[in-house]
């Protein structure tokens, strides 16, 4: 199966391989931000716009003066001007905006005057005789020198011309037109004219532009003093910020790569081994680069950015591989997590496939391909690599780790880390909610200081459009879009809250408005109003000396206005198109006009929406672009939580089965997100596009991590290997790698490299802590070191928990709250409330466990008034402290170390308990023995432990003679009190609480009357011990293979072998009989257990008879190494296993005459007939005379056994070893002939399921 595997992945690493070649034929990197969006409306919008307009694309120049001087901006502007013509690019600069300069268009205009004013504005024109004789003096001044002369200014007397171009006027308020130039109000600005020879340009031809202008601001700047030319657009932000990230990346990878360098170098004992490091990475880089560019839409240099990720986890490959080189078992135990672990990164990232963002899936294509052929290098070719190039087989690869990484934490150091955790935990759940949440593309442009500058200087001059919107009507024709802009405008006054800032409508009439405006001239102008005009005209004309005729032109133009023409022959005139280029275009065959907008809220813009309702009208809102980003990142980013949160979950299901495993793999993930997702919220780091991909970032190493660390403490469970230190030591190792990598990100002059660097700086270390550091604490909860005791199951650890809020609360209730008031009530009427306390103690005790245990308890044969009696208990768990509070009768015991904590001190004082003394302090001893006396004078019963603290081992500890000799000098009866069940309650120095089914069992009090007692203290001791053995036993057997019991044996595999756990389970439903057959094999002595397999009914022997020794003996070796494992430290003096073959070398491991009882359960089919009798006859020598032998077996019925094919199915799957190649089943005759025939004698035998018999057989 092995070679099969490998031989797939060896195919798929040059597939990979052949596809990449075939992809970097195809590579092209993309620049444009707006291709990692999604295609919203909006963004399409946007996309068409850029791709007509070229907004991106266009430079603005403006002269700006720190003093008030327009002479020299004039002079500063035409030098400017000048310079720029000389640059192909930019010939046509102008320091002017002068639209009449092109006589075709002068003679336009100066003809369709009557054409282009609307009805209301000819409402605005002035036709009273003050105007009028005010307007033919300022004539008259001109044509005599006295004022300027503008040409033919007797053809439009009324000033019609003047009420159309103010309304051409910029609709920046700053501005002014002086000279024929656009000039800021406070005269310290002018706006040059510098029309493009091309509206779209490369980033190389604009990096060229950029030389050129940079060198005509220094040539302005040092020939004008005080004047400076401010220059924006032409792609300046987009080139700053490539620069910024490629002079990024070329200083962080190098500092992240001498970092790492010195790190493996420090860290490497073998040189070597060092280039090799780095090939997986490079390896998984071509991959992930030729595969993208061969099946992702396009490849981004963000994308590459992002190879981080693939770095940090080829690295963590390349690293766990080269910590566990030196040794073999642990090497190829490593393949097992780092295959798991790649596969559900890999699957994780696959879920980027369905984003709708195109930068997140090319991402998946790159670190996910990336990732799976770094792993598949690493598990395919660099073994061989390593052996090639290693000085010695056994050279260790990696030089010791400071000893902290392998040493065991103290209680106290676990106390801390957990209330670190929690602490910050805490603060994250508070802090989350500070979180924001930015999809603004902006905050990711990254600008020089210069330009930074120029674009303030500019947009303070001449305002920010960045904030406007703009609407864009397209059409086949130009007259069809004019159509379409005039009925834009008619929509745009409809809504007060929309401003026009452009007037490309007044200056680009549809001839259907200039008719329209033909027709209102003519309504306008009647033979009335032309009549008194002419009147008014004559009488003023005289006074100044002119001719009747000299307005005849007017006059003629008001009686017969031009008729109207189409606008589209004026835009054959360059210098009129070149004005207008970044307001009308046609791109593909259709004509684009383009109104800029400002709206004063949001309702403006949706009441606009309802009146556009035309196809061939889109709205570019920056506003509305982020809130569509904003709203689908938002949805994918909780989605892509939820969806990759259950698939890390049922991946971890399916590797570690258990679901205590499962939390604890995930814990760190899940910890490290709420971590990092606070500190956003603290610092106040938004969560932004790229960000978001942090989630998967941290989801990727946290489950590397988490396999690793959890793979490798399981992996030792019950041995001798020291696998988890070697794990943490590579855990650290990679999380330094990443570190480094990410962290010298935070020295990026580019804004989104810099958070990015501070985001993976507080993830990272969080996953380490929480990995290296929390898990372990949590996973030694769970699986106790050293098998010190018995794993523990959620439910368990939850039980405990109740039960520990329970206890300690009802402590708390009584010290602060209940024993303080009866200490006023004493005080006040002087009454002794001992026994009061005491009762309330044995009430609270017996409800806490029935409430938190969740056990049955029973309290049996306890006399009905007990006063002055020695209540002796044997003294096993942690519980036994609460069992006998609760006993029901009044008890006092002596106490140690309760007494150190002050709250229970004064507990146990208003009580009346005694604190015991120590053995040197012979004083106190005597005082002590006096306030005994005093008590049992008084009636109260004094409970002792004689054992004085603990069991450690199966066996009952020595007593002490304390109890005994207070009891023979004060002559009170003796009470042997027997506690059963509570041994498994509670763990030494752990606060597990299991459940289970507790004995109280009083034993018949022993008076001063009884011979036993009268012959002293230490035969009377002996007694005791003796009757509670005999009660412990009776006990045992009456709880044999109970729920309890059954789950404790069970609990010991759990964690260790998934599919024997699950195994055992079914086992243990579907065969009922199963532990039965124990009942047959006597309480004490020596066991041996035939076949015993994984242990399990080995396991039961022990826990059901504490006085028993068990060895087990199996075939198979990874079954014996799974028992040996599963064995506590609690049973390791009773129980042994040993691999051995059965048939054959048996005697090597056992001498004749030695075992008291063999159980030989299910076994005998593995061997042929000649083995089977010959295995029974050594079975006979082995054992003692009078020795048990036990047999559950299938048998042959005719021939046939029903469990044959599943036995045969089982060793296909590897799950049975056994050296025959047939199986044989003996017929029950046959079978109770070889014990016969072997010297046995039969006792019982049993056929209680068809087909399978149990025999009882001794040996005579």
């Known amino acids: 199966m092995k070679k099969i595997l490998k031989s797939i992945a060896a195919i798929l690493l040059c597939i990979f391989f052949i596809l990449s070649i075939v992809g970097f034929t195809k590579l092209n990197l993309n620049t444009n931000v707006f291709a990692l969006l999604p295609e919203t409306p909006g ?45 192909p690019f930019f010939r046509g600069a102008s320091h002017q905006f002068s639209l009449l300069s092109a006589s075709e268009v002068k003679e336009f205009y100066d003809k369709q005057l009557p054409n282009l004013l609307s009805e209301d504005d000819l409402q605005k024109i002035d036709t009273s005789s003050q105007f009028i004789n005010s307007r033919i003096e300022q004539i008259f001044e001109q044509l005599v020198e006295i004022g300027p002369a503008p040409a033919e200014i007797r053809s439009d007397p009324l000033q019609f011309s003047h009420v159309f171009w103010r309304k051409l006027q910029l609709g920046n308020l700053n501005s002014k037109i002086v000279r024929g130039a656009v000039v800021a109000k406070d005269e310290k600005a002018l706006l040059l004219n510098v029309p493009s020879s091309e509206m779209r340009i490369s980033n190389e031809k604009a990096q060229q532009l950029w030389t050129f202008l940079y060198d005509l601001q ?110 073999a078992p642990q090497q190829f135990k490593i393949f097992k997590p780092m295959s798991f672990a790649a596969f559900s990164t890999c699957g994780a990232l696959s879920f980027l496939f369905f984003s709708d963002f195109p930068v997140h899936q090319e991402t998946a294509w790159f670190v996910a391909t ?70 603004n593309l902006e905050q990711f442009n990254y600008t020089k200081p210069q330009t930074k500058q120029n674009e303030d200087t500019f947009f303070s001059i001449w305002g920010n459009q960045k904030g406007k919107i703009a609407v864009v009507v397209h059409a086949p024709t130009l007259e069809e879009a004019l159509l379409k802009n005039d009925a834009l405008h008619n929509n745009l006054h409809k809504v007060r809250e929309v401003s026009v800032l452009t007037k490309t409508f007044h200056l680009l009439p549809s001839l259907a408005r200039m008719q329209k405006n033909h027709e209102a001239w003519k309504r306008h102008w009647t033979d009335e109003k032309q009549q008194r005009l002419s009147r008014l005209f004559t009488e003023t004309c005289k006074e100044y000396g002119f001719s009747q005729r000299a307005f005849s032109p007017f006059f003629e133009s008001l009686h017969k206005p031009n008729a109207p023409q189409q606008i589209a022959p004026l835009l054959e005139n360059k210098v009129f198109a070149q004005f207008l280029a970044h307001g009308v275009q046609q791109h593909n065959n259709k004509w684009y006009i383009q109104n800029i907008v400002q709206m004063t809220s949001d309702e403006a813009l949706k009441k606009l929406q309802q009146h556009l309702n035309d196809p061939a009208i889109f709205i570019v809102h920056r506003r509305q672009i982020l809130s569509e980003v904003s709203e689908i990142l938002l949805n994918w980013a909780w989605t892509a939580i939820i969806v990759i949160g259950i698939y890390i979950c049922v991946l971890f299901f399916a590797y570690f089965v258990h679901i205590e495993l499962v939390i604890i793999g995930l814990m760190p993930l899940a910890l490290s997100l709420l971590w990092i997702f606070g500190a956003m919220g603290y610092f106040g780091i938004p969560l932004n596009l790229f960000s978001v991909l942090l989630i998967v970032f941290v989801l990727g190493l946290g489950v590397d991590y988490s396999t690793f660390l959890v793979t490798s403490y399981v992996e030792e469970i019950g041995t001798q290997n020291a696998l988890l230190p070697t794990t943490r030591s590579a855990i650290l190792l990679s999380a330094m790698t990443t570190l480094i990598a990410f962290g010298v990100l935070i020295i990026a002059e580019h804004p989104a490299l810099k958070s990015l660097g501070f985001c993976v700086l507080f993830a990272m270390s969080a996953v380490l802590f929480n990995t290296a550091f929390l898990a372990p604490i949590v996973l030694r909860y769970f699986i106790p070191p050293q098998r010190k005791s018995h794993p523990v199951r959620l439910i368990t650890a939850l039980n405990s928990l109740f039960c520990f809020i329970l206890y300690f609360g009802g402590i708390l209730l009584l010290t602060l709250v209940i024993f303080p008031v009866v200490a006023v009530v004493e005080k006040i009427f002087r009454y002794d409330t001992r026994r009061f306390c005491l009762y309330l103690i044995e009430i609270i005790n017996r409800n806490i466990m029935y409430l938190s245990i969740g056990s049955k308890i029973h309290f049996d044969n306890f006399p009905k008034d007990m006063r002055g009696y020695i209540v002796v208990v044997n003294h096993t768990n942690t519980v036994d402290i609460p069992l006998f509070n609760g006993m029901p009768f009044t008890k006092v015991t002596m106490v140690k170390w309760f007494w150190k904590y002050p709250l229970v001190n004064f507990m146990l004082k208003k009580a009346g308990f005694l604190r015991a003394p120590s053995p040197q302090d012979k004083f106190h001893a005597h005082e002590w023995e006096q306030e005994c006396r005093e008590l049992l004078n008084q ?56 459940d289970c089914t507790l004995y109280a069992s009083a034993l018949p009090a022993i008076t001063a009357e009884t011979e036993i007692y009268q012959q002293g203290p230490r035969p009377l001791a002996r007694h005791v011990k003796k009757l509670l053995l005999e009660e412990y036993e009776r006990l045992s057997e009456k709880e044999f293979a109970s729920k309890v019991q059954i789950n404790l044996i069970r609990d010991c595999y759990r964690y260790i072998d998934s599919f024997f756990d699950v195994y055992l389970n079914f086992k243990l439903k579907l065969d009922r009989n199963y532990t039965q057959v124990v009942t047959h094999i006597p309480r004490s002595g020596k066991i041996l257990d035939l076949g015993c397999g994984i242990g399990f009914l080995s396991q039961l022997m022990v826990y059901s008879a504490e006085n028993r020794q068990v060895w087990g003996v199996d075939y198979s070796a990874k079954k014996i190494d799974i028992a040996n494992r599963s064995r506590i430290s609690y049973t390791k003096d009773s129980l042994n296993f040993i691999q051995a073959d059965i048939s054959k070398n048996l005697h090597e491991h056992f001498s004749h005459n030695f075992f008291d009882a063999v159980l030989c359960c299910d076994v005998l089919h593995y061997l042929n007939e000649k083995n089977q009798r010959q295995l029974i006859v050594s079975i006979f020598d082995y054992l003692q005379p009078k020795g048990t032998l036990v047999i559950r077996q299938d048998i042959s019925e005719k021939g046939i056994c029903r469990r044959a094919k599943f036995e045969k199915w089982a060793k296909k799957i590897g799950f049975n070893h056994f050296s025959e190649s047939v199986l044989f089943y003996p017929q029950q005759s046959d079978l109770q002939e070889m014990l016969q025939q072997a010297g046995f004698q039969l006792v019982e035998s049993k056929c209680q399921i068809p087909g399978q018999i149990t025999i009882t057989a001794q040996k005579t």
């Open 43 to 87: 963004i399409k919008n946007l996309k068409k716009y850029n791709a007509v307009f070229a907004s991106l694309e266009k430079f603005s120049f403006s002269v700006v003066s720190q003093q008030h001087d327009l002479e020299t901006l004039f002079s500063a502007s035409e030098y400017a001007a000048a310079a720029l013509n000389k640059h």
């Open 939 to 994: 009636g109260y019963n004094i409970l002792f432990f004689p054992e004085g603290t603990r069991a450690k081992s199966f066996k009952m500890s020595r007593f002490r003679m304390g109890a005994f000799r207070l009891a023979t000098s004060t002559k009170a009866p003796v009470l042997p009190v027997c506690f059963h069940g509570t041994r498994w309650v509670m763990d030494r120095k752990r606060f597990v609480v299991r």
């Open 370 to 439: 990336g990732i799976f052929s770094s792993f598949l290098f690493v598990v395919i070719v660099f073994p061989t690599m390593c052996n090639k190039l290693r000085k010695t087989k056994r050279e260790r690869s990696i030089v010791d780790l400071p000893k902290i990484l392998h040493r065991k934490e103290s209680l106290l150091t676990s106390i801390a880390c957990v209330l670190l955790s929690l602490f910050f935990t805490i603060a994250a759940l508070y802090y989350i909610f500070e979180l924001q949440f930015v999809a």
């Open 218 to 327: 220094q040539s302005v700047a040092t020939k004008f003093s005080g004047i400076s030319l401010v220059i924006i657009g032409g792609k300046r932000v987009m080139l700053d910020n490539t620069s910024a990230i490629w002079r990024d990346a070329q200083l962080t990878s190098s500092l992240a790569t001498a970092a790492l360098a010195i790190l493996m170098l420090l860290t490497l004992k073998n040189f070597i081994l060092f280039p090799l490091l780095f090939i997986p990475v490079v390896f998984g880089i071509f991959v992930g680069i030729g595969i993208s560019s061969l099946f992702a839409p396009q490849l981004s240099l963000i994308t590459l950015g992002l190879g981080a990720v693939l770095i940090g986890v080829s690295v963590d490959y390349v690293i766990h591989y080269l910590v566990h080189f030196e040794n």
